[in-house]
C-alpha cells in the first residue's frame, strides 16, 4: 500500500467518524425532544383548580375543570398584557411552576407536578361583626353597590374572554398585613402612600402614622409583598384575607401623576422618562432639555402614552388599574374610592377590627402646597389636547372607568 493510498483511508475513516457522530448528536437530541414534551403534556394534563372557601382539605385539590371551562381552555399561557379597547377579562388560568423558587418547589413537592391553577370566582361577604356603630350606614349602602356592580360587570366581560397570566404577576401590587388580615392592592395616586403608613402602624412597626417619612413607606421594605409568599401562603391569603382596592377617577389620577412627577423636580423620571419623551415629541428641542428631561408638557406626555412604540415602558403611576390589581380575577371584598377616601378608609378600619385610635390620615404626601388635581384642575389640562387625544386618552383607561362606574369625561 503506497503512501496515497493509506492517505485516502484515513480520510474516509474520519469522514465516516464524523457522519457518524453527527448522526448520534441528533438522535439524542430527538430523544431528548420527545421525552421533554411527552413530560410536559403530562403536567398539562394534569392541572388542578382551587376550590371555593370552606372546601375541606382532603378534598381540595380537583383536576376537573370548572362548569363551563374545557381542559383545553385551561391550558397555560405566558401571561400576555391586554392592549387597546379589547377587554382582558375572563377566567383566568395561571402559570405557577416558572414562579417558584428552588426553595418553595421543594417546600411545594406535593404540588410541583402541576402546572397552573384555576381562580373560581367567589365574591365573600363583607364580616361587618367588628363594626361598633351605626354611622356607616351609608357608606356601608355604598360599599355593597359597588361591589355588585364590579361582580356583574365581570361576570358580563368573563364570559367573552379569557385572560392566562401569571400567578406572580396577579399578586405583585398586592401588600400584607397578617395580624389583622389585611391585602391591600397599591394604586398609585388613590391614596397609596398613607395606606402603606396605615398598613406600618396595623403591623406594630410604627406607633402613628404622621411620624412615618414619605421615603421609609415606600423605600424602607417594611412591608410584604403577596409575591413573597410561597404557593400555600398565597392560596391561603387570597381566600381567607379582607381584600382592598383603592381606585380613583382615570384622568384625575394620570393628571396627578404627571404632575407629581414632571413638574416638580425628580432624579429618577425626569433622566428616564423626560428625556426619552423630549427626545421623540419635541420638535427643535434644545439641548437643556435634552440633557435633563426636565420641562416635559402634558400634551407630549399623551403623546407617549398613547404611542404603541413608546421609547420608555410603562410606569405603575399611569398604568391602568385593570393591569395593576387585576380586579376580574381578584375578587376584592372592599373597594374604596379617593373621592370618599377617608370615610372609606376609615369604616374599613372598623371592618377589620383596627384600634380605636387609629384613622386614616388626611395630610397630602408630598407637594402640599399644590393645589389638589380636581376635576377642574384636570379640565385645564385637557385643553392642551386636541379632541382626538382627549378621546384617546379616554379609550385607553376605558375599563377603568366602566368597571368602577366613572362618568366618561366630555371629550
Given at each position: 500500500?503506497?503512501?496515497?493510498?493509506?492517505?485516502?483511508?484515513?480520510?474516509?475513516?474520519?469522514?465516516?467518524?464524523?457522519?457518524?457522530?453527527?448522526?448520534?448528536?441528533?438522535?439524542?437530541?430527538?430523544?431528548?425532544?420527545?421525552?421533554?414534551?411527552?413530560?410536559?403534556?403530562?403536567?398539562?394534563?394534569?392541572?388542578?383548580?382551587?376550590?371555593?372557601?370552606?372546601?375541606?382539605?382532603?378534598?381540595?385539590?380537583?383536576?376537573?375543570?370548572?362548569?363551563?371551562?374545557?381542559n383545553h381552555e385551561m391550558s397555560i399561557s405566558g401571561g400576555r398584557h391586554w392592549r387597546g379597547k379589547a377587554d382582558p377579562f375572563g377566567v383566568v388560568t395561571v402559570s405557577l411552576a416558572s414562579q417558584l423558587s428552588d426553595q418553595q418547589k421543594m417546600?411545594?413537592?406535593?404540588?410541583?407536578?402541576?402546572?397552573?391553577?384555576?381562580?373560581?370566582?367567589?365574591?365573600?361577604?363583607?364580616?361587618?361583626?367588628?363594626?361598633?356603630?351605626?354611622?356607616?350606614?351609608?357608606?356601608?349602602?355604598?360599599?355593597?353597590?359597588?361591589?355588585?356592580?364590579?361582580?356583574?360587570?365581570?361576570?358580563?366581560?368573563?364570559?367573552?374572554?379569557?385572560?392566562?397570566?401569571?400567578?406572580?404577576?396577579?399578586?405583585?401590587?398586592?401588600?400584607?398585613?397578617?395580624?389583622?388580615?389585611?391585602?391591600?392592592?397599591?394604586?398609585?395616586?388613590?391614596?397609596?402612600?398613607?395606606?402603606?403608613?396605615?398598613?406600618?402602624?396595623?403591623?406594630?412597626?410604627?406607633?402613628?402614622?404622621?411620624?412615618?417619612?414619605?421615603?421609609?413607606?415606600?423605600?424602607?421594605?417594611?412591608?410584604?409583598?403577596?409575591?413573597?409568599?410561597?404557593?400555600?401562603?398565597?392560596?391561603?391569603?387570597?381566600?381567607?384575607?379582607?381584600?382592598?382596592?383603592?381606585?380613583?377617577?382615570?384622568?384625575?389620577?394620570?393628571?396627578?401623576?404627571?404632575?407629581?412627577?414632571?413638574?416638580?423636580?425628580?432624579?429618577?423620571?425626569?433622566?428616564?422618562?423626560?428625556?426619552?419623551?423630549?427626545?421623540?415629541?419635541?420638535?427643535?428641542?434644545?439641548?437643556?432639555?435634552?440633557?435633563?428631561?426636565?420641562?416635559?408638557?402634558?400634551?407630549?406626555?399623551?403623546?407617549?402614552?398613547?404611542?404603541?412604540?413608546?421609547?420608555?415602558?410603562?410606569?405603575?403611576?399611569?398604568?391602568?388599574?385593570?393591569?395593576?390589581?387585576?380586579?376580574?380575577?381578584?375578587?376584592?371584598?372592599?373597594?374604596?374610592?379617593?373621592?370618599?377616601?377617608?370615610?372609606?378608609a376609615n369604616y374599613f378600619l372598623q371592618l377589620v377590627g383596627a384600634p380605636a385610635e387609629l384613622k386614616f390620615p388626611k395630610f397630602k404626601d408630598r407637594h402640599s402646597s399644590d393645589e389638589r388635581t380636581s376635576a377642574e384642575v384636570v379640565r385645564q389640562?385637557?385643553?392642551?389636547?386636541?379632541?382626538?387625544?382627549?378621546?384617546?386618552?379616554?379609550?385607553?383607561?376605558?375599563?377603568?372607568?366602566?368597571?368602577?362606574?366613572?362618568?366618561?369625561?366630555?371629550?
Amino acid at each position: 500500500m503506497n503512501l496515497r493510498q493509506v492517505f485516502v483511508s484515513v480520510l474516509m475513516f474520519g469522514v465516516a467518524g464524523l457522519l457518524l457522530f453527527m448522526y448520534l448528536q441528533a438522535w439524542i437530541e430527538e430523544q431528548h425532544t420527545e421525552s421533554g414534551e411527552k413530560l410536559q403534556q403530562q403536567i398539562i394534563n394534569q392541572d388542578f383548580t382551587l376550590p371555593p372557601p370552606g372546601t375541606p382539605r382532603r378534598a381540595a385539590w380537583s383536576r376537573s375543570a370548572p362548569p363551563g371551562l374545557s381542559n383545553h381552555e385551561m391550558s397555560i399561557s405566558g401571561g400576555r398584557h391586554w392592549r387597546g379597547k379589547a377587554d382582558p377579562f375572563g377566567v383566568v388560568t395561571v402559570s405557577l411552576a416558572s414562579q417558584l423558587s428552588d426553595q418553595q418547589k421543594m417546600s411545594e413537592s406535593s404540588l410541583s407536578q402541576f402546572r397552573g391553577v384555576y381562580l373560581p370566582p367567589a365574591l365573600h361577604p363583607l364580616n361587618k361583626t367588628l363594626v361598633k356603630d351605626g354611622k356607616w350606614k351609608d357608606v356601608d349602602s355604598a360599599q355593597e353597590k359597588r361591589r355588585s356592580f364590579l361582580r356583574e360587570f365581570c361576570k358580563k366581560y368573563n364570559s367573552r374572554k379569557k385572560l392566562r397570566a401569571h400567578l406572580m404577576q396577579l399578586v405583585s401590587r398586592i401588600y400584607v398585613e397578617d395580624r389583622h388580615k389585611v391585602l391591600y392592592c397599591e394604586v398609585p395616586k388613590a391614596g397609596c402612600s398613607n395606606w402603606k403608613r396605615v398598613l406600618m402602624v396595623l403591623n406594630g412597626l410604627a406607633a402613628s402614622a404622621h411620624n412615618i417619612s414619605h421615603d421609609d413607606v415606600h423605600y424602607g421594605k417594611h412591608l410584604r409583598k403577596l409575591d413573597s409568599y410561597d404557593l400555600k401562603g398565597i392560596y391561603t391569603r387570597l381566600n381567607t384575607y379582607t381584600k382592598t382596592i383603592f381606585v380613583r377617577d382615570p384622568m384625575e389620577r394620570l393628571v396627578s401623576a404627571f404632575r407629581d412627577k414632571f413638574e416638580h423636580p425628580n432624579s429618577y423620571y425626569h433622566p428616564v422618562f423626560g428625556k426619552a419623551i423630549i427626545k421623540k415629541y419635541r420638535h427643535n428641542a434644545n439641548e437643556e432639555a435634552l440633557k435633563t428631561g426636565s420641562g416635559v408638557k402634558f400634551k407630549e406626555f399623551i403623546q407617549y402614552l398613547l404611542d404603541s412604540h413608546r421609547p420608555v415602558g410603562m410606569d405603575i403611576h399611569w398604568e391602568q388599574v385593570s393591569k395593576l390589581c387585576y380586579p376580574c380575577l381578584i375578587n376584592y371584598d372592599f373597594i374604596g374610592k379617593f373621592e370618599t377616601l377617608e370615610e372609606d378608609a376609615n369604616y374599613f378600619l372598623q371592618l377589620v377590627g383596627a384600634p380605636a385610635e387609629l384613622k386614616f390620615p388626611k395630610f397630602k404626601d408630598r407637594h402640599s402646597s399644590d393645589e389638589r388635581t380636581s376635576a377642574e384642575v384636570v379640565r385645564q389640562y385637557l385643553k392642551e389636547l386636541s379632541k382626538e387625544e382627549r378621546q384617546l386618552t379616554y379609550d385607553f383607561y376605558y375599563l377603568d372607568y366602566l368597571m368602577f362606574n366613572y362618568t366618561s369625561p366630555i371629550v
